[in-house]
């Protein structure tokens, strides 16, 4: 009999965003003592090194999603139609291509199926978005820093807000830092993926990183530009707007709507 797992995984972000999960490993296990109340399904436990190893006889499937976030897994070996422990396995976050020295694997659920009969086989689906709390704590795991937000029009503007790029930068008082850049979809919105050495470069970088000024919550303190195909720029703040109140020291997941 043919077993398929499939789904979508996306993690949420701050402000509504959500990002899908791509080139994650989703590993699949059999077991026969799942918990089965709603509150206990759901673990989200880092594993170490030892129980990987003691959990690999049981593996009955394995697959990686793809830039969407979708993944599709043929169940392999002795399977019972029973639980089924579903795992993720992630050694870099989406828009960062540095990947962790090692991956983290997650005991993330356990999947009670209600097989449906395709022609493909018996068929599951299970689609998920790691809840805000969760998601940052994993991004958080791997330096993982982003600012996102939607660009918005004035009040009876035509133009049209997708395809510009924003531009990120951190307000420093040795030399303001280069944090990133990215376009706006259809909607206005945009994502600046960057990571904590991108703004605690100081003269001595690489050997010294450290934000400065030296501050408890180390964030960057952040201000923008927005340019359009051709380079020319719609919209530029002053570094000044770094140090009002509420872009200083911003925290790893930063949104704001920017009006031009």
Not at 216 to 221: C, K, R, S, V, Y
Request: hydrophobic content about 35%.
């Amino acid at each position: 009999m043919n077993y398929i797992v499939k789904g979508f995984l996306a993690g949420q972000l701050c402000g509504n965003g959500r990002e899908p999960l791509r080139k994650v490993t989703v590993k699949l296990y059999a077991t026969e003592n799942g918990p089965t109340s709603s509150d206990e399904r759901y673990s989200f436990v880092v594993l170490s090194d030892q129980i990987v190893e003691d959990k690999e006889p049981h593996l009955i499937g394995e697959g990686t999603t793809d830039a969407q976030g979708n993944y599709e897994i043929n169940l392999l070996g002795p399977y019972n139609d029973g639980p089924i422990a579903l795992d993720l396995f992630i050694s870099k976050i989406p828009n960062h291509d540095t990947p962790l020295d090692k991956g983290v694997q997650l005991s993330v659920t356990v999947l009670h199926p209600v097989w449906r009969d395709e022609a493909e086989g018996n068929v599951y689906s299970w689609n998920y978005c790691f809840s805000y709390s969760v998601w940052s704590g994993i991004r958080t795991m791997f330096d993982a820093w982003v600012l996102c937000g939607h660009l918005k029009l004035a009040q009876g503007s035509e133009k049209n807000i997708a395809g510009l790029t924003v531009y990120g930068y951190d307000a420093d008082w040795l030399k303001d830092d280069y944090l990133g850049k990215a376009v706006t979809n259809e909607k206005g919105y945009f994502q600046i993926d960057y990571r904590g050495k991108d703004f605690k470069r100081t003269f001595l970088s690489p050997m010294v990183n450290i934000e400065t000024p030296i501050s408890l919550t180390q964030g960057p303190d952040v201000y923008f530009k927005v340019t359009d195909a051709e380079g020319t720029v719609w919209y530029a703040e002053e570094r000044s707007n770094g140090f009002e109140t509420e872009r200083r020291s911003v925290p790893k997941c930063f949104y704001i709507d920017l009006y031009i």
